[in-house]
C-alpha cells in the first residue's frame, strides 16, 4: 500500500474569516464527515489546487508523491454532469484503446458502451465509466466526492462495492468525502469528522461508530446509520 498522505496544515480563509483549519492523514481509505457547510467541498477544491480565487490557501503536506492531475483521480457527485455531454465515452479516456477496454470491463461495464454519449448511459453505468476514466493514469490518490448522493439505492450499492473491490485490487489512497456515514463504513479504514472547519473526532472507523465521542458525531451517526453490528 502507497504510503499515507500526511495534511499538516490546510487553512482555506477569506479576507475576513477563516472557513477551513484542518490536520490529518490521508491513510489507505480516509473518509471525510460533516454535516452541510463544514468545509467538505473546499478541502477537496485545496487538494485538486481548484480553489475559488477569492480564497487563500496556506497548505502544507507531507506526500510520497506529488500531488497533480497525473497522481490524483477525482469523482464528482454526479456524474450526469461530471463528463463532455458531446463527446463519446471512449474519447474521455486519457490512454490507449486497449486499457480503456480493460478499465471498462475492470469496472463491470461492456467495451460497447466506449461508443455512446454519456447521455445514453444510466446514471450507475455512467458513474462506473467515470471511475474507469479516473484510472487512465496510474493515480496514486482517488478523491470521491459524494460519489453516490445522484444515484438510486441499486446503482449506490454497485459503486460502493466497485470501490471496495478496486481498493482490494489496485495501489491507491482514498479520501471519500460524505456526510453519510453508513456508506463509507466497509470502504474507509479511518473517519475525520469535521464541523465549521475543524477536526473535532479522528480515528479508525470501527471505534468512532461505535464509541463517538462528540454528541456531533452520534447526530451524524443517528441520522444515517443503523449501526447494530457496532453497537453491542
Ligand atoms: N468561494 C467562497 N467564498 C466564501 N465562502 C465560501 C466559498 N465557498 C464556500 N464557502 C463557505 O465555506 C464553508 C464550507 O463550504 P463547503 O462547500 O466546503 O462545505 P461542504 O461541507 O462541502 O458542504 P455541502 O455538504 O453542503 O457541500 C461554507 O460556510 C461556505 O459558505
Known amino acids: ?20 483549519d484542518l490536520c490529518f492523514d490521508i ?29 487563500k490557501l496556506d497548505f502544507e503536506v ?41 478499465l471498462m470491463q475492470f469496472v463491470g461495464l461492456d467495451k ?6 454519456p447521455n445514453q448511459l444510466s446514471g450507475g453505468q455512467l458513474q462506473r465509466a467515470v471511475i474507469a476514466i479516473a484510472f487512465s493514469n496510474d493515480i496514486k490518490l482517488l478523491l470521491l466526492d459524494e460519489p453516490t448522493t445522484a444515484l438510486d439505492e441499486k446503482s449506490k450499492q454497485t459503486i460502493l462495492n466497485l470501490l ?3 481498493q482490494k485490487k489496485l ?16 470502504i474507509c479504514k479511518n473517519i475525520v469528522i469535521i464541523k465549521d472547519g ?17 454528541s456531533y458525531t452520534k447526530e451524524l451517526i443517528n441520522s444515517t446509520f443503523e449501526n447494530k453490528e457496532f453497537r453491542k
Open 171 to 186: 495501489n491507491f489512497l482514498t479520501l471519500f468525502v460524505t456526510h453519510d456515514i453508513n456508506s463509507i463504513k466497509n
Open 198 to 214: 475543524k477536526v473535532i473526532e479522528k480515528g479508525d472507523t470501527k471505534s468512532i461508530l461505535s464509541n463517538p465521542k462528540t
Open 112 to 117: 460497447k458502451l466506449l461508443e455512446r454519449f
Open 1 to 20: 500500500m502507497t504510503q499515507k498522505v500526511d495534511i499538516k496544515r490546510l487553512q482555506i480563509s477569506t479576507d475576513k474569516k477563516n472557513l477551513v
Open 164 to 166: 471496495h473491490d478496486l
Open 62 to 102: 507531507d506526500s510520497p508523491f506529488e500531488l497533480n492531475s497525473n497522481t490524483i483521480g477525482f469523482i464528482p457527485q454526479n456524474p450526469f454532469t461530471s463528463l463532455s455531454p458531446m463527446t463519446k465515452i471512449k474519447n474521455q479516456f486519457f490512454c490507449s484503446d486497449e486499457k480503456k477496454e480493460h
Open 27 to 55: 491513510d489507505e481509505a480516509t473518509a471525510l464527515i460533516g454535516q452541510s457547510g463544514s468545509g467538505k467541498s473546499l478541502t477537496l477544491k485545496s487538494i485538486l489546487n481548484l480553489l475559488p480565487s477569492n480564497l
